[in-house]
C-alpha cells in the first residue's frame, strides 16, 4: 500500500515536471550553471563570477561567431544552464534559438547589447548596413559598453545567487577600476598617432562602436554584409580610397584571413596588418592575456605601431583577469 502510494506520487511529480519544460540537471556543486556566447563575453562574465559559477563558453574562439551554428552537444550546456548570455543585436540567432527551444524552467536568457545601447545609438554601416537589417553588433571593444555589460552580469549574478553577493560585487568593483584606467591607457595611446592617421580601414567590421569615443573614424570595411568576399569593383574602389585618403594600414583580423586584403594593400600601397581582433582572446586559455582587457590591449597595441602612435604608453597594461587565470572556464576551442 505505502510502496503504492509512493509510486502513484513519483509519476505524479514527473508529469508535473515534464509539464514546466525540460529539466536539464542543476549542478551537483550547487554552483550556477551559466553558458556564454563569444569569448570576450564568456570572460566579462568570469571577470564578475570567478570561480563561484560554473561557466563555459558555447562560440570557439577562432570562428567566425556571426555564422555560427551550434553543434548538438550544445543543446545539452544549454538545457543544463541556470543563466544564458548572449551579446544579442542579431550576433547568435541560432544559438539564441537553441537556447529558447531547450530552456529548462527557472532559466533565463540575458541578452547584454540591447540592454546597452538603444535603437538610436545603433550603427549600421559598411558590413551591416540598414537595409539589410541587423545593426553592427560589436558593441564589447568600447570599454564603456563592455563595463555596462558587467554591471549587468553583477546584478544578475547577485539577483540569482545572493549568497555570493558581495564577491560579485568587489569583482565589478574592480572590473570597473580597471575598465577606467583602460579608457585612459587607450585615449593617451591613440592620441599619440598623429591625427591624420587616426583612422581604420580593417576587413572586419568591429571598431564601429570603439572608433568615435577615441577620437578615430572608420574609413570603411573590406567585408560585404553577406560574410563573402568583396567584388571586384568593391576593390578597385577601395584601392582609390585608401590612395586618395593616405590611408597608412589596412587592418585585417584573426578571424577572417583574405588574400584580397594583402592585394589591396599592395596595390594602394598602405601598410597591411592581418591580426587585430574582435572575439579571439590573445594567448591561450590560463595565461594572463587570456581576457578581455589582452584583447582590446593587443589592438590598440597594434594601431599605435601601425599608425605612427606610442605602443608604450598601453604595452605594461595589467591584462590579467580579475579573479585570476582562467582555466576553469569551459571554453570551445
Ligand atoms: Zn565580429
Redesign the pocket.
Known sequence: MKSRLILSLTSVLSIWMAGCGPVGNPSQDGKLNVVATVSPITNIIYNIGGENINISGIVPEGVN??TFEPAPSDARKLADADLIFANGLDLEDPTLDLARANLREGAEIVVLGEQTIGPDEYVYDFSFPKEVGSPNP?LWPNPIFALRYAEITRDTLVRRDPANADYYKENYDKFKDRIDTLDEAIKATINSIPENHRKLLTY?D?FAYFAPRYGMTVIGAIQPSDFAEPSAKDVADLITQIRDEKVPAVFGSEVFPSPVLEQIAKESGAKYVSDLR??DLPGAPGEDKHSYFGLIVEDVRIMAETLGGNPALIADFDVSNVPGKDQAVEQNQ
Open positions: 561567431s556571426h560589436h572586419h568591429s574582435d572575439d
